[in-house]
């Protein structure tokens, strides 16, 4: 394992031609072991229902918002429209409300995704293992649960009340989902939390290679999703630039080759097409992040959890992946029924 | 395309198909179908493999199937199956979807080495030829397990040259070779071999036929090194079948111990 002074030293690293160093190796590993392979997906919220408190985050229970659950007919609708963009691929999420959106709930739509899907994960609460392998049996393939944080003063500071506000529930959630049998994990942390990002770094660096000595059935995928500032909040995210996001991509490449590295429409256009050639492996496409944001008639009124900064349609992206020699993988696995090992 | 090549050689024979051409291409990690297609052709491959996972029956463009020639033999694999029974569920859905019924078990429960369970490769070879599936097994070299499989009813054993897109060649080199001695399936050697001469090595020792896949995908010209893989294993079956001379460590004079016995 990388040492925690590497890290650091690393994404203290201001020299170019250390940065191109860096750069060139993680384009290296990615293709030889992904070749030029990019699969897409796209989120859908289902709900914004919200039971912690999270200063960084627009759905906080405190937060005035419109609250709203898709009923199984709008989530018909809003799954058909995505469907009919070409994504096969869908993750679906919630705010973290185990009163709104409890297991029955996840199930239904789980159900209804089927429908339209070759793949489905979830982001949504963490849960107890039973509850991850009704979810498995019901078809899920994939289970996203950030720690945000691995910084445990940091983490206390920014979930000031609900179920998220207990650290360690959450640090253990992927050892509960491998357990359950998902075949996917997506780990990661939210870049601008801590001030520290070598130290965040590292520790998921450390869970993860927890994960794998563990559960090493498990295909692992890491996110670094950028905090965004959010209207009323009053939080300030700290900064945390390209530079160092691409340097993070990079390592993550080097000390994991073969774990999947996500990238969401929370970055601009020109930083992922760039950052495909360093180590991202899927990235969303045409993505909404308000809840039924795909086929309201006014979108503009509805409160998103963060703002899209890639607009690109699913057609402009595959666009440019072909144009730039890269492979658009839409599925990248076809749903068989799920039984838990015995 | 390949040379033909004027020997007694006989065709090899799986499940009572015969093909000429002894190098088998896998389709993941091409930077585009046309590279793909052209790269099926220039080798000649007669057999390619494809991850159910990546078949998009649903685009008819991006559908790898539609981009391998017709009268190729497909041979499609159980990549994501961890355990048997998912590699029977794969299986099914494959014919289901008209994929036929030639299989290449994959039971692999590490994501990060990407090592075939040998266990979970028997079980699973036990469930598909139980239920019909023309079954080629990828495992880990080893003379127990290849016994099990041929007795399983598998219709080859493939046996890792060494850990999969690595191009390390036959690190496993002297376990293959007993499983070439010992089993009286074809042994195609898959997994690892990243240079045309590793390909030529694993058939001069007598493998029957080798797959390749990351090592033309990810080459600069696909279809330049498929041919080059391709020739490289036909040059390798016929110096195998031309009986090479043993190599020697050191020089061999004629008859040094026994010589003086027919002195005159």
């Known amino acids: 394992m990388i040492s925690l002074q590497k890290i650091k030293n690393i994404l203290a690293q201001q020299k170019p031609e250390e940065v191109e160093r860096l750069a060139r190796e993680a384009n290296q590993i990615t293709q030889h072991y992904f070749g030029r392979a990019i699969s897409l997906y796209a989120p859908v919220y289902i709900s914004n229902y919200c039971s912690s408190h999270c200063t960084y985050c627009g759905f906080h229970v405190h937060n005035r918002i419109d609250r709203m659950k898709l009923t199984p007919d709008q989530m018909h609708k809003e799954m058909s429209h995505i469907a009919g963009s070409g994504i096969e691929n869908i993750l679906i999420l919630t705010g973290e409300s185990y009163k709104a959106t409890p297991l029955a709930y996840l199930k239904e739509a789980v159900e209804i995704a089927k429908q339209y899907f070759s793949s489905i994960s979830l982001e949504v609460h963490p849960m107890e293992e039973a509850e991850y392998r009704e979810l498995f049996e019901a078809g899920v393939d ?23 506000k207990d650290y360690d529930y959450r640090r253990s959630a992927p050892e509960r989902i491998a357990r359950a049998g998902i075949r996917q994990i997506s780990m990661g942390i939210l870049l601008g939390l801590a001030d520290d990002v070598g130290e965040d770094l590292y520790e998921l660096f450390e869970h993860l290679r927890w994960m794998e000595k563990n559960f090493p059935g498990v295909e692992y995928s890491l996110s670094f999703p950028r905090l965004r500032p959010i209207k009323g909040l009053g939080f300030e995210p700290c900064s945390v630039t390209d530079l160092t996001l691409i340097k993070v991509i990079c390592l993550t490449r080097i ?84 039984e838990s090992a015995a | ?54 078949i998009d029956l649903e685009r008819h463009e991006e559908n790898i199937i539609e981009h391998i020639p017709k009268g190729v033999t497909l041979l499609v694999n159980t990549s994501g199956a961890r355990n048997a029974k998912e590699a029977l569920r794969i299986a099914r859905l494959a014919k289901a979807s008209g994929c036929g019924n030639w299989i290449k078990i994959e039971v692999i429960n590490d994501s990060k080495y990407l090592l075939p369970d040998n266990y979970g490769t028997i079980k699973a070879t036990e469930m598909l030829v139980a239920e019909g599936f023309i079954v080629m097994p990828y495992m880990y070299p080893d003379l127990y397990v290849a016994r099990e499989l041929v007795k399983a009813g598998a219709a080859t054993v493939m046996p890792l040259g060494s850990l999969i ?25 898959d997994a690892g071999i990243g240079r045309p001469s590793q390909a030529a090595e694993a058939m001069e020792m007598g493998a029957d036929a080798v797959l390749v896949n990351t090592a033309v995908a990810a080459a600069g010209n696909p279809a330049q090194i498929a041919q080059a893989f391709s020739l490289a294993t036909a040059a390798g079956r016929l110096a195998y079948l031309s009986k090479l001379p043993a190599i020697k460590s050191h020089a061999n004079s004629s008859s040094p111990l026994t010589g003086f016995l027919f002195e005159e």
């Open chain 2, 165 to 189: 897109g690595s191009h390390q060649g036959l690190k496993a080199k002297e376990f293959i070779k007993i499983l070439i001695n010992e089993i009286d399936v074809p042994i195609v050697v």
């Open chain 1, 142 to 164: 994939g289970i996203a649960i950030y720690q945000e944080t691995y910084h445990r003063q940091r983490y206390a500071q920014v979930h000031l009340s609900g179920k998220k």
């Open chain 2, 1 to 54: 395309m390949a040379i033909q090549t004027e020997t007694q050689d006989s065709p090899l024979t799986i499940a009572g198909k015969t093909f000429h051409n002894r190098f088998l291409l896998g389709t993941g990690k091409f930077r585009s179908k046309t590279e793909l297609t052209e790269s099926i052709t220039a080798s000649g491959a007669q057999i390619v493999t494809v991850a159910l996972r990546r």
């Open chain 1, 255 to 338: 000390c994991f080759p073969r774990v999947g590295i996500n990238l969401s429409t929370r970055e601009n256009a020109q930083l992922r097409n760039r950052a495909l050639d360093l180590g991202i492996t899927k990235i969303s496409a045409a993505s909404k992040t308000s809840v039924g944001g795909y086929t309201a008639e006014n979108p503009e009124e509805l409160d998103p959890q963060f703002d899209i900064q890639d607009e690109r349609s699913v057609d402009e992206i595959v666009q440019m992946l072909k144009h730039r020699k890269f492979d658009p993988v839409f599925t990248d696995w076809r749903r068989i029924e799920n």
